[in-house]
Each structure stands twice: as C-alpha cells, then as structure tokens.
C-alpha cells in the first residue's frame, strides 16, 4: 500500500494520502502519517478502520436488533481473517473489523445472519426463513460479498 492509492471503506474507494501528524479521514481522504520508511503506516490505518467499525456496526446491530426484536448481549470487533461475522452460544455477536470495507447491502446481510442466529443457532430452513424476512435479497447479497472479499484480502491487512 502506497500513498496515491487507494483503500475501501463502506465499498467506495478512498484515496491514500500523506498525513502531516496523525491518521484520519477527512474529506474523502485516508490521511496516514508514515512509518520509518515513509511509506503508510498500516497499523494506524487499521486502528481507525477498527475504530470505524465499532462505532458503525455496533450502531447498525442494535438498530437491526430492535426490527428483529432480539437482544444481543455484546458486540465485538475482532481481527477475524476468515469470517465476517459470529455469533456466540450465549448471543454475543463478533464482526470482523475488515467488514467496514465491505458495501452497505453486504454489511447488513452479515448483520441479519448473525442476528438470525440469537433465536436460530444454526443454518436451518427457520434459520434462513428469517434471514429472508429482513433480507429478502440475501442471496444476492452474499455472493456479491464473496466476490468483494478477494479484493479486500488483497491489501493484507
């Protein structure tokens, strides 16, 4: 990753700029400060990419939640590579921070199939009946999320 390029956050392409001091994003632009080598520094991207994530997917669940009429007993942000999302025995529900990348349809189909499992905790019929009622588009959805994730894998983070 250079500066010039580019990063995805909510499925749109953002420019990779140098920062002066700190890492942000500010009018549509990904400052990062450098590291030694004056290349981006990836770990400070990364901790405001995770920090978007727990801010804009706990806020997304608990939305979502209160339509399914469920109740989550945690959400967490996790460095999970291959999963988007889980859902634990005891309802807490764990996103991976790489998810914010992923476009909006496809962030809410993860959160509708991780919400699903609170009342199904499997990949029965009843479970998929319910992932339809919230997303009546999830198939679609999901394979358009299995065709982002080769892109996202691409800037190893």
């Known amino acids: 990753m250079e500066y010039g390029g580019k990063i995805l956050y909510k499925g749109e392409k953002y420019p990779i700029e140098k920062a002066d001091d700190k890492t942000a994003f500010a009018g549509g632009i990904f400052y990062v400060k450098a590291d030694s080598d004056c290349k981006p520094d990836i770990p400070s991207l990364v901790k405001?990419?995770?920090?978007f994530a727990a801010r804009d997917l706990t806020r997304k669940t608990i939305e979502t939640a209160r339509i399914m009429?469920?109740?989550p007993v945690s959400i967490k942000i996790t460095g999970?590579?291959?999963r988007w999302g889980s859902c634990s025995?005891?309802?807490g529900i764990n996103y991976s921070?790489?998810?914010i990348m992923a476009d909006e349809r496809s962030i809410d189909y993860v959160i509708v199939h991780e919400l699903a499992h609170i009342t199904q905790f499997n990949h029965s019929a009843g479970f998929w009946n319910i992932v339809k009622t919230y997303c009546p588009?999830?198939?679609s959805r999901r394979a358009?999320?299995?065709k982002m994730q080769a892109e996202i894998d691409?800037?190893?983070l």
């Not at 405001?48 to 920090?51: A, E, F, G, S, V």
Request: aromatic share 16%.
């Open 48 to 51: 405001l990419l995770r920090k």
């Open 69 to 71: 009429g469920v109740v």
């Open 80 to 82: 999970a590579k291959t």
């Open 89 to 91: 025995a005891n309802r």
């Open 97 to 99: 921070w790489r998810l």
């Open 137 to 139: 588009d999830y198939k």
């Open 144 to 146: 358009f999320l299995k």
């Open 154 to 156: 691409s800037y190893n």
